[in-house]
């Protein structure tokens, strides 16, 4: 059974910094691609950042030059590095696999950035 627990998120001023964290037990991450999703509310959930199994990284236009993924193998987790914080990053933060969903959509983790 997959356990998905994402954390780090909070509140923080513009300009600010987060490091959010995705750790699981029932499922290696090195062998998937693994993405950070946000939903803020009233929109669609997004990705906006992913890393394939290989360790290359992809990001929305959004968050390009200002967020960054990495994978801890040795903890099995997926870190999302957050710096130079916009109000519009505000939104519920998940970890989940890429094209396919390898376990239920977890609570998250809310960011929430003050102007």
């Known amino acids: 059974q997959v356990q998905v627990v994402e954390s780090g998120g909070g509140l923080v001023q513009a300009g600010g910094s987060l490091r959010l964290s995705c750790a699981a037990s029932?499922?290696?991450?090195?062998?998937?691609?693994i993405g950070w999703y946000r939903q803020a509310p009233g929109k669609d959930r997004e990705l906006v950042a992913y890393?394939?199994?290989?360790?290359?990284?992809n990001y929305a236009d959004s968050v390009k030059g200002r967020f960054t993924i990495s994978r801890d193998n040795a903890k099995n987790t997926v870190l999302l590095q957050m710096n130079n914080l916009k109000p519009e990053d505000t939104a519920a933060y998940y970890c989940?696999?890429?094209?396919?969903?390898?376990?239920?959509w977890g609570q998250g983790t809310q960011v929430t950035v003050s102007s």
């Open positions: 890393m394939s199994s290989g360790g290359s990284t």
């Open positions: 029932g499922i290696t991450f090195s062998i998937n691609a």
């Open positions: 989940n696999g890429v094209s396919i969903l390898l376990w239920a």
